[in-house]
């Protein structure tokens, strides 16, 4: 009998050292007699050599063996930005909601709002992308949304946080991306024919994106669209908005046109 729960007992260890697919998981052998200091290092190390993988594993081992403790809850947060650089945005997303959810007062909570920002705002880094300047009106709009909102939030509820001032520079970039977002669209429609639309959008902008370098365009649509409907008292009263706030604006002297630049892409 004293045999057979040997056997047995064997074979419980080596089940708990073996991964999903019945093979060993060779992390698990080898860390299996590390403290969780020990653990924590090793993943931090394996972070910042940017081996993602293996640090994501590691912080997974760390926390289902020490699920307790500011140990469990760093790994959360470092697993979080991992996968964030990892181009891993839907698991690094749902992995700092999962830490914002578990601990809602943690005192790091300033660094976890700004790295869903970050995810959300998901600024390419490849090299190509910083030979140019990205434009950030072709983005989806939610997407946009998601980040300032995120940002919005740290700002709010921790306003000396060391990451609040890139995150309010971020959220400039935010605001003029969906103020492109909607000239965009306006142009759109002013290309269709769809006046009454266009006008609207334009409009949205002007009251809602005032900061942008948007707002120009913007009353000049306003102005073609009412002149196309056939409203001259709106088209005059937008004229004279349009010459109060940029006297020297090309639109002055020419009514706008379609442009020839793609509806969807605004380049600065």
């Not at 394996?46 to 293996?54: K, P, V």
Request: charged share 25%; with cysteine; glycine share 4%.
């Amino acid at each position: 009998m004293k045999k057979i729960l040997l056997v047995i007992s064997l074979g419980l260890a080596l089940a708990g050292c073996a991964g999903t697919n019945g093979t060993i998981d060779k992390d698990a052998q080898i860390t299996q007699d590390w403290t969780v200091e020990r653990l924590y290092a090793e993943a931090h190390d394996e972070l910042n050599s940017n081996n993602y993988t293996r640090a994501i594993k590691l912080y997974e081992i760390l926390e289902s063996r020490f699920p307790n403790g500011r140990y469990a809850q760093q790994a959360q947060l470092d697993t979080a930005y991992a996968y964030y650089k990892d181009d891993e945005p839907e698991k690094a997303l749902a992995a700092v909601q999962r830490f914002q959810r578990i601990h809602p007062q943690h005192p790091n909570m300033d660094y976890a709002l700004y790295l869903k920002g970050l995810i959300l705002f998901n600024e390419d880094q490849s090299f190509l992308n910083k030979l140019a300047s990205q434009d950030w009106s072709d983005r989806d709009p939610k997407a946009n949304r998601d980040a300032y909102q995120a940002f919005s939030q740290l700002i709010e509820l921790y306003p000396n946080s060391r990451y609040t001032p890139d995150a309010t520079e971020r959220m400039t970039k935010l605001v003029d991306a969906l103020g492109g977002n909607e000239i965009a669209i306006a142009r759109y429609y002013m290309n269709r024919g769809a006046y009454l639309a266009a006008a609207n959008r334009a409009q949205k902008i002007v009251e809602r994106y005032q900061n942008t370098r948007f707002v120009e365009e913007s009353l000049a649509i306003m102005e073609a669209s009412y002149r196309k409907l056939n409203k001259p008292q709106l088209a005059d009263d937008t004229r004279r908005i349009l010459a109060q706030n940029f006297p020297n604006s090309p639109y002055l002297q020419n009514k706008w046109e379609n442009t020839s630049i793609p509806w969807w892409r605004y380049w600065k």
